[in-house]
C-alpha cells in the first residue's frame, strides 16, 4: 500500500533554476493538490486538479505551473525558481463524491532556494 | 478576513490531562465540513476528525472529539487522557461548498501542543 508518495524529500537550488517536484498516489483518487507551509501562514493551496487534465488555480498560483497527464501524477513545477518560494510542499489526494472526503497528504519536498 | 482562526500558537499540558485546542472559522455558506490535522516533528500531515455542518451529533474518533457549536461558528479539538506522542502541531481546516462537491480545504495557522511528563 504505497499511498501518495513525493519526490525528491530534500532539494536545495538556485534562484532562476527551473525545479520540478513529483508527486504520485496509487488510489485512483480523482482529486490531487499541492500546498505550501510556511511558518505563520499553515498550508496554503496553491493549485489543484480535479481529474487528468482538469487543474485550476489555488490561493498562491503565481511562479507555479502543474500538469495532470496522468491520474495517479501531479508534478509541481518551479519554473525560475526564487528565494520566496523556500517552503515546505505537500502533495495531497482525495477520492470525489463524498461529503466526508478526507484529504491524504504525502510526507512533504523541503525545498530551499539560494 | 481570516476562514479559518487558531488563536493558540502553542500550548502545554500534562500528561494525562485533557486539552482542547480552539478552532473559530468563518463562512456564510451552510455546507461546510470541518477538519482537524495533526503533523507531528517528522512532518507529515494525518487526518483526525472530521464534521459536517449538517451533522447532528458531534464527531468522536477514539481520544478526539470535536466540540463543534455552530452558532458560535467554533470547531475545537478535545484531547482526552493526552500522551507523550500527542506532541505535535494541530491543524484546524474548513471545506465550504460541500453541496457543490468543492474539495479545497482551507488551513488555519495551527497550534502547537507540548504535552510535559
Known amino acids: 500500500d504505497a499511498g501518495i508518495t513525493q519526490s525528491p524529500r530534500y532539494k536545495i537550488t538556485e534562484t532562476g533554476r527551473q525545479v520540478t517536484l513529483m508527486c504520485h498516489q496509487t488510489?485512483?483518487?480523482?482529486?490531487m493538490f499541492w500546498y505550501r507551509q510556511d511558518l505563520g501562514h499553515g498550508l496554503r493551496l496553491i493549485y489543484y486538479s480535479a481529474a487528468a487534465d482538469i487543474t485550476d488555480k489555488g490561493e498562491v498560483p503565481d511562479g507555479y505551473v502543474v500538469s495532470r497527464s496522468k491520474t495517479e501524477n501531479f508534478p509541481l513545477t518551479l519554473e525560475s525558481a526564487t528565494r520566496s518560494q523556500t517552503s515546505v510542499y505537500f502533495c495531497?489526494?482525495?477520492?470525489?463524491?463524498?461529503?466526508?472526503?478526507?484529504?491524504?497528504f504525502g510526507a512533504g519536498t523541503r525545498l530551499s532556494v539560494l | 478576513a481570516q476562514k479559518i482562526t487558531q488563536t493558540q500558537p502553542g500550548m502545554f499540558v500534562q500528561e494525562k490531562e485533557a486539552v482542547t485546542l480552539d478552532c473559530t472559522y468563518d463562512t456564510s455558506d451552510p455546507s461546510y465540513g470541518l477538519f482537524w490535522y495533526k503533523q507531528p516533528s517528522s512532518g507529515e500531515m494525518i487526518f483526525l476528525i472530521y464534521?459536517?455542518?449538517?451533522?447532528?451529533q458531534n464527531a468522536t474518533e477514539g481520544r478526539y472529539s470535536l466540540n463543534f457549536q455552530k452558532a458560535r461558528k467554533s470547531a475545537n479539538l478535545v484531547i482526552s487522557a493526552s500522551q507523550l506522542g500527542d506532541s505535535a502541531m494541530y491543524f484546524c481546516?474548513?471545506?465550504?461548498?460541500?453541496?457543490?462537491?468543492?474539495?479545497?480545504?482551507?488551513f488555519g495557522q495551527g497550534t502547537r501542543l507540548t504535552i510535559n511528563p
Open positions: 464534521q459536517g455542518s449538517y451533522d447532528q
Open positions: 495531497a489526494s482525495s477520492a470525489s463524491g463524498l461529503a466526508k472526503n478526507i484529504q491524504y
Open positions: 488510489w485512483s483518487h480523482s482529486y
Open positions: 481546516a474548513m471545506r465550504e461548498g460541500l453541496n457543490q462537491g468543492a474539495q479545497k480545504l482551507v
